[in-house]
């Protein structure tokens, strides 16, 4: 099973808002990842927790707080955000963050993010 | 530094047509290299990927082999479908997270 589940699937909020994202995985993976897709681009990195602890900032704005509580959930705590903050944002899995040549990330269906 | 070109299309093709999207990277080391397809409205799959140099990867009548003298990793399908439309990011992975290319969008109509 290679499955990472993301909630919720919509979201709609307004600037002034505060909202979670969520992911999970039962894989085992140690790395977990939060990325960051505008429509017709790339994924983007944000951020990267390796056996937990937060590894990689990619100079996120502060109004994106990550959290990860255990080893199978990594959350996207949003407040504050702004409309061109809009996007897909994926979390992905992998068994670990470095060096293990082969490593597969693993991406969930995302969470479409509406900012009015 | 490390980073990744492939063709950026739209790539438009007719059923049962041959698909080729070139894929080449800049990388110290010996990454991995992946590709990873994203259907409308959906999250990235893994396609295919591959650890080391002459290794070919395949799924789903899709098939890359990482060339090292080349630095290549180009998409092929032999025969494409209506449900191969979706796009088609060439990715590698140097040890921390993943560099993709611009993504390649394919059509295929029936």
């Known amino acids: 099973d290679t499955e990472v589940t993301q909630t919720p699937k919509h979201l709609v909020m307004g600037m002034t808002n505060k909202k979670s994202l969520k992911c999970e995985q039962h894989?085992?993976?140690?790395?977990m990842y939060w990325y960051k897709q505008k429509a017709k681009k790339p994924p983007e990195l944000m951020f990267v927790?390796?056996?937990?602890?937060?590894?990689i900032n990619e100079s996120v704005p502060s109004r994106f707080s990550p959290e990860c509580p255990n080893s199978s959930l990594l959350n996207l705590h949003l407040h504050a955000l702004q409309p061109e903050d809009s996007a897909l944002y994926l979390c992905?899995?992998?068994?670990?963050?470095?060096?293990?040549?082969?490593?597969?990330?693993?991406f969930g269906p995302g969470t479409r993010l509406t900012v009015l | 530094g490390n980073s990744v070109t492939q063709m950026e299309g739209p790539v438009t093709l007719s059923e049962e047509a041959f698909l080729t999207i070139n894929c080449t990277y800049t990388?110290?080391?010996?990454?991995?290299l992946f590709w990873y397809v994203q259907y409308p409205g959906e999250g990235l799959q893994l396609l295919l990927k591959?650890?080391?140099?002459?290794d070919k990867g395949s799924n789903k009548g899709f098939e890359a082999t990482y060339r090292k003298e080349t630095t290549s990793f180009h998409l092929e399908k032999g025969s494409v479908q209506v449900s191969d439309s979706a796009v088609y990011f060439c990715?590698?992975?140097?040890?921390?997270?993943?560099?993709f290319g611009k993504g390649t969008t394919l059509s295929v109509s029936s």
């Open positions: 992905a899995s992998s068994q670990t963050l470095a060096g293990r040549r082969g490593d597969t990330q693993y």
């Open positions: 894989m085992g993976h140690r790395a």
């Open positions: 927790y390796s056996y937990e602890k937060l590894s």
């Open positions: 990388a110290t080391g010996y990454p991995s």
């Open positions: 591959a650890t080391k140099a002459d």
């Open positions: 990715a590698l992975n140097p040890g921390t997270a993943l560099i």
